[in-house]
């Protein structure tokens, strides 16, 4: 079921835990998953001897993993094809949750499966220590992925995890999986992407807000994602799941959808709140200066290059119009708009947000940009 955002708001379940693993034991994480796997499925016919070359294969397949990482830590990052990346950023249950979208080429790799290592190390942390010693990194984990995928079109694969606040380097590895484990004949293809990135803190008490999101849609969920499965499905908030667009260029008839979270409004002992958000477009224009606030200040003045358009309905947030019981103190509060563009011209759009704290009387601003192209 597909519905806008709307003046609803859910508790965020986003459980960050620090990952401590020796190589060796990633590694067997690895292989307790493939073992599993294949006793399932009639593996465990096979002979002592087999089963011991099935498993040094899988070590070997781990190894090489997060070999990719280890040497772009190095600076000797060796890739077979080009990965992309883009994030975002949430409040956690504790520190910053960081869903993100790794996005290759489908036509760079030919098996139909792989495995993908994500690391985060703190950028002030000692380099890589030695094979076999103990890594503590604040997230390491694998994956296996999938490389199915529409004929043309790009692949993506959405992952995310939660760390503390901080400066980061963030190292992804993908690899190809053989279909034969044994097949050590066939060349497999990998690639190591290393991302800085810079962790803000949600935790200050402080008004603010996630990142703004620009979605393709929102579905309603039945079931709720929790525990660690929220790292393989990381847009889900409550009972609904973002599918965050993968350009910003949208056609005429389409719907451009916003979402994003406000964080630390002001909450008084009776659990009062008072929060508006007000939507502003601005269109590009390379002959305009910009200028002020027309008469009656109803709107944020243009900068210079474009030119003002319209506002939206502005949003309230109060406990009568949030349901009974709900906490801004406990959960953020989830705002959004959905913006038909069957009216806007073709061209470069900045949707101006303001959020306002009416108790505190404190604002923020955001900003979004989007281009519009013919239908």
């Known amino acids: 079921m597909r519905r806008k955002p709307e003046h609803v708001a859910f508790i965020m379940f ?13 590694a067997a994480v690895l292989l307790a998953c493939f073992v599993g796997a294949a006793d399932a499925s009639g593996q465990n016919q096979f002979d002592r001897r087999s089963q011991e070359r099935l ?26 094809f080009s990965i992309a990346w883009t994030h975002d950023f949430f409040k956690a249950q504790t520190g910053t949750f960081v869903p993100f979208t ?3 080429d489908r036509s760079s790799v030919s098996a139909a499966n792989g495995l993908m290592y994500v690391r985060a190390a703190r950028r002030d942390a000692q380099g890589p220590l030695d094979p076999g010693s103990l890594v503590r990194y604040p997230f390491d984990i ?12 790009p692949l993506r694969i959405t992952r995310g ?26 060349r497999l293809k990998g690639a190591v992407l290393k991302q800085p990135l810079t962790v803000p803190d949600f935790w200050t008490g402080e008004l603010t807000t996630s990142s703004i999101m620009l979605a393709d849609r929102i579905d309603e969920l039945g079931i709720p994602v929790t525990g660690d499965d929220v790292l393989e499905r990381p847009y889900v908030i409550g009972s609904n799941e973002v ?23 002001t909450v008084s002992p009776q659990k009062s709140f008072d929060v508006e958000v007000d939507y502003h477009l601005f269109r590009k224009d390379g002959a305009s200066r910009g200028g002020n606030a027309v008469a009656g200040g109803d709107h944020p003045p243009a900068r210079a290059g474009e030119q003002y358009i319209t506002r939206t309905t502005p949003q309230r947030f109060r406990p009568g119009l949030m349901g009974a019981g709900f906490d801004p103190a406990v959960g953020p509060i989830l705002a959004g708009q959905g913006i038909l563009l069957s009216s806007f011209q073709e061209g470069e759009y900045r ?5 306002t704290d009416l108790m505190s009387r404190k604002s923020l601003s955001r900003d979004v940009t989007f281009t519009v192209v013919g239908s």
Do not use: C, K, W
């Open 55 to 80: 498993d040094e294969a899988r070590r070997r397949e781990t190894e090489a993993l997060l070999s990719l990482a280890d040497a772009a830590m190095s600076g000797r990052a060796s890739s077979d």
């Open 142 to 153: 694998i994956f296996p992925v999938n490389f199915s995928g529409p004929a043309g079109q």
């Open 243 to 265: 599918h965050r667009a993968a350009v910003t260029a949208f056609r005429q008839d389409r719907e451009l959808i916003v979402v994003f979270l406000i964080y630390n409004p």
């Open 161 to 186: 995890f939660a760390v503390g606040p901080g400066d980061y380097d963030v190292y992804v590895a993908l690899r190809e999986r053989s279909a034969d484990p044994l097949d050590s004949e066939r």
């Open 102 to 104: 790794v996005t290759i």
């Open 351 to 355: 949707l101006g947000i303001t959020v």
């Open 14 to 26: 986003f459980m960050g835990r620090a990952r401590l693993r020796r190589r060796a034991a990633a």
